[in-house]
């Protein structure tokens, strides 16, 4: 049980739900609410396969292409810095002309920065790292049981924000919020590229 607590504390850490809610409201502009939920839950999906597979076969995915934990952080890092320059340059859902011409609507979104974010690098080797410390029978239950708990929470953070009306994407509470988050995105991602070259360099 304590191994379980601790392993649901390490991927609630890296999954960050409340900043995944944010890049989410971001990408989902004015959509209405059920586009929203409707993306939610196949954001959430992708996520939870992504890991769900990093948890299987991670480690020995990486070894067959000879990438280390290290090399594979800072690339993932770089990743997050994209998604987090993408914020801060306040670039949200994608608008198209109405008919008349004097009205804009919102078009599919692309899902992947809060993917790529919720399933990054430090998560996909947190899980690694649960999988290979604690597995049972060769089976990670304690890596699959944090990963499914912490996304079942996400997702129904995400249901509550997509259920939510946001500001207009012109508000100027809304664009300071959204790049206040791209800078945080950006020093995490930071963070990766420097935890993960160091390690690489105490290695080598």
């Not at 008919?99 to 690694?128: C, E, M, Q, Y």
């Amino acid at each position: 049980m304590k191994d379980t607590l601790q392993a649901i504390a390490t991927i609630a850490s890296l999954i960050n739900p409340a900043m995944c809610a944010a890049i989410f409201m971001q990408i989902e502009g004015e959509r209405a609410g059920r586009a929203r939920v409707l993306d939610a839950t196949k954001a959430l999906l992708v996520i939870l396969t992504i890991l769900i597979a990093a948890a299987f076969f991670g480690a020995q995915l990486l070894r067959v292409f000879g990438v280390s934990l290290d090399a594979f952080s800072v690339a993932g890092g770089g990743v997050l810095v994209w998604i987090g320059i993408a914020m801060l340059t306040g670039r949200g859902a994608a608008t198209v002309p109405d008919n008349d011409g004097s009205k804009t609507a919102p078009v599919d979104p692309s899902l992947a920065p809060l993917i790529l974010f919720a399933a990054s690098p430090g998560t996909i080797t947190g899980v690694i790292t649960l999988s290979v410390s604690h597995s049972r029978f060769d089976v990670p239950v304690t890596a699959i049981t944090a990963v499914v708990i912490v996304l079942a929470l996400t997702w129904a953070l995400l249901l509550l924000t997509a259920r939510t009306r946001s500001s207009k994407s012109g508000g100027m509470a809304h664009d300071m919020v959204t790049r206040y988050m791209g800078l945080i995105v950006v020093a995490m991602g930071i963070q990766f590229m420097l935890t993960g070259y160091k390690a690489f360099m105490g290695a080598g």
